[in-house]
């Protein structure tokens, strides 16, 4: 069954007890790597960009995004879900609500002290994880393209929103590349799903799932690159003033 499947899946653990197991792969830690990834970019294309904002901001979308998106769809989705037996009703919106406090919280505070533009990002958010992921207003929202905006796009202009409290032709620009990412992603997923559904595997499915890897896996190292390269610059600038 693909209930029993989704526990071989590539991105879950193959250690520790079942519910470990069935947490990280709720989660779609890989893929909300991405969505982690896509807010680091925003901040890194500004020049001296603060430590501290793009830690809360990363922060701010791993509790919305990575936890309380991903319980908020495998409670709120019309389909089966294959990990709707790890957490009930009630444990999942104590999760959600915690989650969602204590990013609002944090978003709120940076918001009013120095970036007011958040504040509209963060309603945009609030509003496509539950129409997303609650399938609202008939599934309207429930597709490839408004989640590569909720998941790649806007992600990104956090990012960067956070550290100018402003919005640039480049930085819109620039945005576009998590857009399309994302929706590559999902579309991917999407029929990789399909096929595991049926199951129906075969070398499509195969292929499908090395793409997915490859997107997640790729976008990931590129962000600790990115991340990496001016502390490597900072440190062979520390040595070559000392020779």
């Known amino acids: 069954m693909y209930k029993d499947n989704r526990l071989n899946e590539w991105f879950v653990p193959k250690f520790g007890p079942r519910k470990f197991r069935l947490f990280c792969g709720m989660l779609f830690l890989p893929y909300t790597g991405m969505c982690i990834s896509f807010v680091i970019w925003g901040n890194i294309i500004v020049n001296d960009y603060d430590y501290k904002r793009l830690g809360v901001i990363v922060l701010i979308y791993f509790l919305s995004l990575g936890i309380a998106a991903h319980i908020a769809d495998n409670i709120g989705s019309k389909k089966i879900k294959p990990w709707g037996d ?143 390269i001016p502390i490597f610059l900072q440190l062979f600038e520390i040595y070559y003033h000392n020779l």
């Open 86 to 228: 790890f957490l009930d009703k009630k444990q999942s919106w104590i999760i959600i609500i915690i989650c969602l406090v204590v990013s609002y919280v944090l978003g709120v505070y940076y918001a009013l002290v120095h970036a007011p533009l958040l504040i509209l990002l963060g309603i945009a958010e609030g509003f496509f994880l539950f129409a997303y992921n609650f399938e609202l207003f008939g599934g309207r929202f429930h597709n490839n393209f408004w989640f590569a905006i909720s998941w790649g796009m806007l992600p990104f202009l956090a990012g960067f929103v956070i550290q100018t409290d402003s919005m640039t032709l480049k930085s819109i620009s620039i945005s576009l590349i998590p857009l399309l990412l994302s929706y590559l992603e999902i579309r991917v997923s999407r029929l990789y799903k399909e096929d595991k559904r049926a199951n129906n595997i075969n070398n499509k499915t195969s292929l499908y799932e090395i793409i997915l890897k490859t997107l997640s896996i790729g976008t990931i190292s590129i962000t600790i690159v990115l991340l990496l």
